[in-house]
């Protein structure tokens, strides 16, 4: 047996397990006890494991996974994980670091961190919905008042349609507030449940607002909090993508193996 330390971090309510795996103390193919650590009533609790490893190309990687064991890109995981880099004296207030879907880059400015999303180069239209992909798969649906509808419900209707059954896709329904701001609220593949939070989640969010004003950035409320997305538009391409938002360690722990 092992004792492992870990710190939780949570980014508008996007809360993560963070592990730093520079000694490869955490066996990454336990997937069963990253369900475990996940777990709100038997673990930890949180949306997501993170390990934080060494890389030869970036300052640091890491690595995420879903409760369920699967691996994304997580936008909120990934400012958590840049804040918690910083703790561990990996960085300072500038970094670019390895993640599932390649390099990204991000800064930080007192508790808030500017997360470098990729380029989006693509969208596919679905009748009035959209799908995007900002590292992860969004399907997007505008609804008249996001407090009138069953996230759960609603999203594991499209979650598990034909198209999407064996790969999954995240739901987001939106309501928009004006040109530049939207309302949100998530289901996520990998969780099966309503978040609080998802950054690439609100990434989507507002590149798909973009698609319908003319705006280059839009402000999101979250359930979990509030994030700012800016981008720049050309056509129906976006680049220089940032997610912008608070990331905040809430307290630290240890568990053994």
């Known amino acids: 047996m092992k004792t492992i330390p870990f710190q939780k971090y949570q980014g508008t309510g996007n809360d ?30 949180a949306d ?17 996974f879903n409760p369920d064991g699967s691996q994304s890109l997580c936008g909120n995981g990934s400012r958590c994980a840049v804040m918690f880099a910083k703790a561990l004296g990996m960085i300072q207030n500038e970094t670019v670091f390895l993640a599932i879907d390649g390099i990204h ?12 999303m990729h ?4 969208f596919e239209a679905i009748g009035d919905d959209y799908l995007i992909d900002t590292g992860s798969p969004h399907y997007l649906r505008y609804v008249s008042n996001t407090d009138e509808i069953d996230p759960v419900m609603e999203g594991r209707k499209i979650r598990y349609s034909g198209r999407f059954a064996d790969q999954g896709v995240n ?23 309503e978040t609080l939070s998802c950054g690439t989640g609100c990434t989507a969010a ?5 698609l319908k004003t003319n705006t280059n950035e839009v402000s999101l409320k979250a359930i979990g909090g509030d994030l700012k997305v800016s981008f720049d538009k050309q056509d129906s391409t976006f680049k220089n ?9 809430v307290f630290s722990g240890e568990f053994t193996v």
């Open 119 to 122: 380029d989006v180069l693509e």
């Open 105 to 116: 880059e991000a800064s930080i400015t007192g508790d808030e961190v500017s997360l470098l």
């Open 206 to 210: 507002a590149l798909s607002l973009g």
């Open 241 to 249: 993508i940032y997610l912008i938002g608070p990331a905040k360690k």
């Open 171 to 193: 739901v987001n329904f939106l309501e928009q507030i004006n040109d530049n701001a939207l309302k949100i609220r998530t289901y996520e593949r990998g969780v099966e449940g």
């Open 16 to 45: 993560f397990v963070m592990i730093d795996n520079r000694k490869l103390v955490f066996d990454k193919t336990d997937l069963s006890l990253i369900s475990h650590l996940c777990d709100r009533r038997f673990g930890i609790g």
């Open 48 to 64: 997501g494991v993170i390990l934080i490893e060494n890389s030869e190309s970036s300052d640091f990687e890491m690595i995420y």
